[in-house]
């Protein structure tokens, strides 16, 4: 997604959810992905929805992991940042990535290796990375009216969906697992990941992986060009 991982730009890209919803549905045009499966984590559930519900193009399955949807979304420091952006983009380099890495550190519940973490955090170094992080967060601060529009709509996604939660995510609660299916008309029984917090496929990567390759394979159209797309 843009402003995110290898895509971080000094450009002035819309970072919004409905902005870059619009994208992920102009990418799966320019791809002739007629129904693909839809993996979503984080903030790439509400991304993922919305190219889904604004743009009426069906999808041939979706997995719905921790992602942001539901009130009340966002940490703590997330808010903070987002009512603090001059403050929080003025900050020295070295302070930045310190507060960078804690903010990272804070989300798993088991521990990563040095080398994860490291990896997690180089995309938001620098001045432009610094300038990113703290965009990005104020893009979405103002998004709840979006987010509430698609809670509202989610009756109309007729595509089988699993929702998979870490039962210790301490960015979005795990109750949410549950609200979110039964909003889903074609949703079973959330899958929770025990011990795991907010980066489930760092933390329990083989149970992950599992679920993935069964949600596939439970919903494989065999007719069409279908592919899968990651959202994270």
């Known amino acids: 997604m843009a402003g995110y991982g290898a895509s971080i730009s000094v450009a002035e890209t819309p970072l919004d959810l409905a902005s870059q919803s619009a994208r992920l549905a102009g990418l799966l045009e320019h791809w002739k992905l007629r129904r693909p499966h839809v993996v979503a984590h984080d903030i790439g559930g509400a991304v993922a929805l919305g190219a889904r519900l604004d743009s009426?193009?069906?999808?041939?399955?979706?997995?719905?992991?921790?992602?942001?949807?539901?009130?009340?979304?966002?940490?703590?420091?997330?808010?903070?940042?987002?009512?603090?952006?001059?403050?929080?983009?003025?900050?020295?380099?070295?302070?930045?990535?310190?507060?960078?890495?804690a903010y990272i550190q804070g989300a798993p519940r088991r521990p990563l290796d040095a080398e994860v973490i490291d990896a997690l955090v180089q995309p938001w170094r620098g001045a432009n990375g610094r300038r990113a992080f703290v965009r990005q967060i104020?893009?979405?601060?103002?998004?709840?009216?979006?987010?509430?529009?698609?809670?509202?709509?989610?009756?109309?996604?007729?595509?089988?969906?699993?929702?998979?939660?870490?039962?210790?995510d301490p960015w979005i609660p795990v109750e949410q697992a549950d609200r979110l299916a039964a909003a889903l008309p074609r949703s079973r029984a959330p899958v929770l990941f025990d011990g795991c917090g907010h980066l489930v496929p760092l933390e329990s990567p083989t149970a992950f992986g599992r679920l993935l390759r069964s949600s596939l394979d439970a919903n494989t159209v065999p007719e069409g060009r279908a592919g899968t797309i990651a959202q994270a």
Request: no cysteine; proline share 5%; net charge negative.
């Open 56 to 101: 009426g193009r069906a999808f041939a399955s979706l997995l719905l992991l921790d992602v942001v949807l539901l009130d009340p979304w966002g940490s703590d420091f997330f808010r903070l940042v987002a009512d603090h952006e001059d403050v929080f983009g003025a900050i020295p380099e070295p302070l930045h990535a310190a507060l960078v890495r």
């Open 138 to 168: 104020g893009a979405l601060a103002d998004d709840g009216a979006r987010t509430r529009e698609l809670v509202g709509r989610l009756g109309e996604v007729d595509e089988p969906a699993l929702v998979a939660w870490g039962t210790d």
